[in-house]
């Protein structure tokens, strides 16, 4: 099943802070995060793999909390560069890779 | 850097016609992944291979879609005969091994429109 990321959509000036969710109906082993810029390939940035870990890229960071089965990226004094939709990824309860994307949050940061 | 490469990176074609998509991953990694995006549905995962054996192809329309890996350099997706509603974009992305612990790594993707 899709985890369900929100916003859909944020608009932030240069500086200023985001926070983006992921949650789950199913039990959560771990949540990877991805961005991608228009016409671009998604992008890795970090995976979370234990309850309450926080794991940084840039001035990017995310926590993944397993009993709320939720994960949140944080855009910290955020940067034109980080303009892009971040995407969420979980995996199935089996054994291997297979992830499932949530819908995706899209991100403009204005100068 | 090691990169997943994907060919071609655009297709045109006519409805009815095949399609087929290359991929070649990084180097050394075993787990291959085939996608689809569209802005209706998103990134669906359509199959996924491991040690070139298919493990998951339940995402893709079988009676027109096939995956396959002839060897560890190249996986492959085609669809016969393509329809109107397979344009999107289909990245291929490849990982280190099939535990959920590594990352996936994407190539730029084939920009696939069928008239």
């Known amino acids: 099943q899709q985890p369900v990321q929100s916003p859909q959509a944020v608009i932030l000036r240069e500086g200023e802070d985001a926070v983006i969710n992921c949650s789950s109906s199913?039990?959560?082993?771990?949540v990877h995060w991805y961005r991608q810029k228009h016409g671009e390939a998604p992008v890795f940035l970090m995976i979370?793999?234990?309850?309450?870990e926080q794991k940084g890229h840039e001035k990017i960071s995310a926590s993944f909390n397993e009993k709320k089965q939720q994960s949140s990226l944080y855009l910290t004094a955020s940067q034109l560069s980080y303009s892009g939709t971040y995407f969420c990824?979980?995996?199935?309860?089996?054994?291997?890779?297979?992830?499932?994307f949530g819908g995706g949050t899209r991100v403009l940061v204005k100068p | 850097d090691a990169r997943v490469t994907q060919t071609p990176r655009d297709k045109v074609t006519e409805m009815g016609q095949e399609v087929t998509m290359r991929c070649q991953p990084i180097?050394?990694?075993?787990?291959v992944f085939w996608y689809r995006q569209t802005m209706m549905q998103g990134l669906e995962l359509l199959a996924y291979?491991?040690?070139?054996?298919?493990?998951?192809d339940s995402g893709m329309p079988k009676d027109r879609f096939s995956a396959e890996m002839p060897d560890a350099t190249l996986a492959t997706l085609k669809i016969q005969p393509s329809e109107p509603r397979d344009s999107a974009v289909y990245f291929c992305?490849?990982?280190?091994?099939?535990?959920?612990?590594?990352?996936?790594?994407f190539g730029d993707g084939t920009r696939l429109s069928i008239l």
């Open positions: 291979f491991r040690n070139r054996a298919p493990l998951d």
């Open positions: 180097l050394g990694h075993n787990t």
């Open positions: 199913k039990a959560l082993y771990s």
């Open positions: 979370l793999l234990k309850g309450g």
């Open positions: 992305a490849s990982a280190a091994d099939g535990n959920s612990n590594q990352p996936q790594h």
């Open positions: 990824g979980t995996p199935g309860q089996a054994a291997g890779n297979k992830l499932t």
